[in-house]
């Protein structure tokens, strides 16, 4: 079988088994209220009648209340510090995302015990090191990696994490990480990111996907835009002999030092992205630069230009094209292993029938 076969078959099976994120309101649900909320062993109600039962006032309160696999919705948002998530949980702020979740160097929050009790720190905002049969669901909040976090939000491990709405910053943290990154070592990660805005940091990148092992997983980014970091997206199989799949669609790249979107799979492990309906614009390094003889990629009616390079196809990597992307006012196009080249003849056509 073809290496675009192989590939276009393993993303179709990755991606079939994704994450279908609802927030809707269900039983079992936790309350918090930043503004009128009060804080006890008994808090979490919807109702501010007795102060006892109704609405926490910090998140940690709440989650302390409730069990794996409960919901947490915030009426009224206000800053917290750090969360440690181990099990399953959805927590959604208001439309407004006053829900703001800063590493702050205190003991993070945890399911259904005190602050400190799952981990006794964290270097993120928010981490998930949850069962590989757990799914993790996010909405409506800002949070930051803070003054001295790696990582805004961390994933250890997860069935699937589903992020939407969510502002996520490198704070003022020097950290050479990534601002979301996800780094599983066992299962396979379904990350879905729709509507965020991922960006603001000098030594970080936007998002890193990079299993170790023979973990594998999925990303599917939609509606949202990553900037101003040191990269944007990379996906990076070079440390696992699983497979890595990529949907990316309506969105937006600009204002990098490096790459927008890198893949790489120089190892045994494979990684597919179809990026389309897209556009990358001002990056200092590659718009999409794909490296390895297991990485592929395909483009679909996307803009790339104003970058120092258009697509670099690397290390007998494969970039198919449809022939309907704009690839044009780069410092150089198109190049294979950084060489420039006529895009014509770096890229891989495909016909649209």
């Known amino acids: 079988m073809s290496k675009i076969k192989l590939l276009t078959a393993t993303v179709a099976i990755t991606l079939g088994t994704g994450l279908t994120p609802s927030f809707a309101v269900p039983f079992n649900t936790f309350y918090v209220d930043a503004e009128n909320g009060a804080d006890s062993a008994t808090c979490g109600g919807a109702s501010l009648v007795t102060p006892s039962t109704g609405p926490c006032a910090t998140l940690n309160r709440a989650l302390e209340n409730a069990a794996a696999g409960q919901n947490i919705v915030v009426v009224h948002g206000g800053a917290f510090g750090p969360i440690y998530l181990n099990g399953q949980i959805s927590i959604t702020g208001p439309d407004d995302k006053s829900l703001r979740i800063i590493n702050n160097a205190t003991a993070p929050g945890c399911i259904g015990a005190a602050p400190g009790t799952c981990a006794a720190s964290t270097t993120a905002g928010i981490e ?3 069962g590989s049969t757990d799914h993790i669901q996010l909405k409506n ?4 990696a803070g003054t001295a976090g790696t990582a805004a939000i961390l994933i250890d491990g997860a069935a699937g994490v589903a992020m939407t709405d969510i502002a996520a910053r490198g704070g003022t943290s020097t950290s050479t990480g990534a601002i979301v990154t996800a780094t599983p070592s066992v299962g396979n990660l379904a990350l879905y990111i729709h509507n965020c805005d991922i960006a603001f940091s000098t030594t970080m990148g936007d998002v890193l996907l990079q299993p170790t092992g023979s973990a594998g997983g999925a990303i599917e980014f939609s509606g949202g835009e990553l ?12 440390s696992t002999t699983g497979s890595l799949a990529g949907a990316f669609d ?3 790249y600009f204002g990098f030092n490096n790459s927008a ?5 120089t190892g045994s492990g494979l990684a597919h992205i179809v990026f389309s309906r897209s556009t990358i614009v001002n990056t200092g390094g590659a718009a999409l630069k794909v490296n390895g003889a297991n990485a592929l990629a395909e483009v679909y009616e996307n803009v790339f ?3 120092g390079l258009g697509v670099n196809v690397a290390g007998g990597s494969t970039v198919v094209t449809f022939g309907n992307s704009a690839i044009f006012g780069n410092g150089t196009d198109c190049a294979v292993s950084n060489v420039p080249t006529p895009c014509s003849t770096a890229l891989t056509s495909k016909p649209l029938n």
């Open 128 to 130: 998930v090191n949850a």
């Open 141 to 144: 909040m800002v949070v930051s």
């Open 227 to 238: 900037h101003h970091a040191v990269y944007g997206l990379q996906i990076n199989a070079n």
């Open 250 to 252: 309506s969105s937006q």
């Open 261 to 265: 979107v890198s893949v790489a799979a």
């Open 305 to 307: 230009t104003g970058d």
